[in-house]
């Protein structure tokens, strides 16, 4: 019954090969977001997607990318993955409207490896 | 500036026990949202509660309990009897309200490891 659904649960890339994330969700929610949490740290907000608009923070690397084909699907590309980007990667959604903050459903997250 | 201040890094007590996580924050709107998640060892995060800034009540879920005090900018949570299927890392995390052009962003704190012990 899972509802954000995240593949694959671990992958393992090679120190520059680009490497593509999945989220998929169950949840109709308009609102999708990508998390890096890197070991024993806080998750730390990537990029989100308000239906189609994208919105990236400032601080993200230009190295990742995301795409959403539509409302069930996002998809997190990493360029060029460097040994700073192994980390626990979480997708989550979450039904938005006007001054709701309505609480954020995540995934159970991949966990990415750079050889 | 939002923050979200987790003070304690780890705490291990023994099954049965009661245990307070602190959580304080800092704003300057008026109007956020306060929230309680947990990562248990396999990775994803639980949403355990969301509180509203105008809502003080503390609010109890069966052996869960918070204490929200605007006074003091803390949103402390405690479980009561613990159980080793508590243990985990507990996050608390800030929102404010999304107006136009903004979004609901989570601010996290560090997180608080919570070891429970047979």
């Known amino acids: 019954d899972a509802m954000v659904i995240q593949n694959p649960r671990y992958q393992v890339t090679q120190f520059g090969k680009p490497v593509t994330l999945s989220c998929s969700q169950t949840?109709?929610?308009?609102?999708m977001y990508w998390y890096q949490q890197k070991s024993s740290q806080a998750p730390k907000l990537l990029f989100h997607?308000?239906?189609?608009?994208?919105?990236n923070e400032a601080d993200t690397p230009d190295n990742f990318q995301s795409r959403r084909p539509n409302t069930s699907f996002c998809f997190l590309d990493i360029r060029s993955p460097g040994l700073g980007d192994a980390a626990m990667y979480l997708c989550?959604?979450?039904?938005?409207?006007?001054?709701?903050?309505?609480?954020?459903?995540f995934g159970d997250g991949t966990r990415l490896s750079i050889l | 500036a939002q923050k979200v201040t987790q003070a304690q890094t780890e705490i291990s007590v023994v099954e049965k026990e009661d245990v307070t996580l602190d959580c304080v924050y800092e704003?300057?709107?008026?109007?956020?949202?306060l929230f309680w998640y947990k990562q248990p060892p396999s990775g994803e995060l639980v949403f355990l509660i969301r509180?509203?800034?105008?809502?003080?009540q503390n609010e109890i879920s069966g052996r869960y309990s918070w204490n929200f005090q605007k006074s003091t900018s803390s949103f402390n949570f405690t479980i009561t009897a613990s159980q080793v299927v508590d243990s985990a890392v507990y996050f608390c995390?800030?929102?404010?309200?999304?107006?136009?052009?903004?979004?609901?962003?989570?601010?996290f704190g560090a997180g608080t490891r919570l070891a429970v012990h047979p």
């Open positions: 995390a800030l929102s404010e309200a999304i107006t136009w052009g903004g979004y609901n962003k989570l601010i």
């Open positions: 704003t300057r709107d008026t109007t956020y949202y």
């Open positions: 949840l109709n929610h308009n609102v």
């Open positions: 989550a959604t979450s039904r938005e409207t006007l001054e709701s903050n309505q609480p954020q459903h």
């Open positions: 509180r509203n800034s105008f809502d003080e």
């Open positions: 997607y308000y239906d189609k608009d994208f919105n």
